[in-house]
């Protein structure tokens, strides 16, 4: 019996829950079954190694971070046939997130909203459950932890945060990523604009020349974007990352538009819009920003990535690298053989790596 035929099987008991609701009981259900040995029946997708970033991926298809923010589950989805597994995002402090409901499904568009709110449990916990899994205690393979900024924490000083959690977090990391477009925390995606990136950059960048030292490891940085940037706002962005040589970059968060789902119910609902509405922006942001940083920046390809053939669109915009999130809600485990199979020789369209 295939991990798809099962999927097809459990989708709809798991539609008809609270989206939160069958978030919260897959997770650890997955879990369990990893435990257990029974995470078998799930097709892996055969090594297909790509260096970026100076590390080498098993295969090309990661997990976007967000479905687990405490790294409380990491050993369950590796199970799952990833090349990388990105956890996050984690805060100085555990915050409660957004008052519920906070995710909505919009099955007609295969999107989802949520305004999760970076709810987690705080960076010391997250770094206990990383240490605890097998995944990072015998190394078997890479691992991501996203970091933001607690929602109480002034913009202004957003930095502190976020090198608190750089600090906390580095020994533990292959990269980290830093989550600067969130669409739900207040005024979290004004760190884009020129002058606050230049600030935040430059700090996080000496901070990794510390940990590198303090550490005799050096830990990738990479920054994750919002797809609701305009071209000027790209050629910012892209000049910061070469100007402070940032490792990597992740493209793209959830999005604020509903042009595609306007009247679709839930779609008046607040928050970050992910799955296939997603997907055109997206691609529209990697085409641009790979125009401004070339191979000196590779880039990681993420939104509405729902088939093989939208992996390879994400590689063809100028991606090394993908990762799914909601297509996992929609298609199940089977989407990442499905994809890591449709990228299988399929090179970028620039070299990868530094």
């Not at 555990?94 to 295969?110: C, D, H, S, W, Y």
């Amino acid at each position: 019996m295939s991990d798809k035929f099962l999927y097809a099987l459990a989708r709809p008991l798991l539609f008809a829950l609270d989206p939160e609701t069958a978030h919260n009981l897959t997770l650890p259900a997955l879990r369990r079954a990893s435990a257990l040995g029974l995470t078998g029946l799930v097709s892996k997708p055969k090594p297909d190694p790509r260096t970026v970033m100076g590390i080498t991926f098993p295969n090309p298809v990661g997990l976007a971070a967000g479905l687990d923010k405490d790294g409380a589950y990491i050993d369950g989805l590796a199970a799952l046939g990833f090349g990388s597994i990105e956890v996050g995002t984690v805060t100085p402090r555990p915050q409660a997130g957004n008052p519920k409901p906070r995710i909505f499904r919009l099955p007609a568009a295969r999107g989802i909203i949520n305004r999760m709110g970076f709810n987690n449990g705080g960076v010391d916990a997250f770094v206990a459950n990383v240490q605890a899994s097998r995944f990072y205690q015998e190394k078997r393979g890479v691992l991501g932890l996203n970091i933001g900024k607690n929602a109480d924490t002034p913009i202004e000083r957003a930095a502190e945060d976020y090198l608190h959690c750089l600090r906390k977090v580095y020994p533990y990391a292959s990269y980290v990523t830093v989550n600067i477009s969130s669409p739900n925390t207040k005024n979290l995606r004004q760190l884009q604009g020129a002058s606050e990136l230049d600030a935040l950059l430059a700090q996080l960048k000496g901070e990794q020349s510390r940990l590198a030292d303090e550490h005799g490891r050096y830990v990738p940085l990479a920054l994750k974007i919002a797809p609701d940037v305009d071209a000027d706002q790209i050629r910012d962005i892209g000049a910061a990352l070469l100007r402070h040589g940032i490792d990597g970059v992740i493209a793209t968060n959830t999005t604020l538009s509903r042009r595609d789902v306007e009247n679709q119910r839930y779609a008046s609902q607040q928050g970050g819009l992910s799955g296939a509405p997603v997907f055109d922006l997206s691609n529209i942001v990697i085409r641009a920003l790979k125009k401004e940083v070339g191979d000196a920046v590779p880039i990681i390809g993420v939104g509405g990535i729902l088939s093989g053939r939208d992996a390879k669109a994400k590689i063809a915009a100028g991606a090394q690298l993908v990762q799914l999130y909601s297509g996992l809600i929609y298609r199940g485990p089977a989407l990442v053989k499905e994809c890591a199979d449709a990228l299988r020789g399929q090179s970028p369209v620039h070299a990868v790596g530094l």
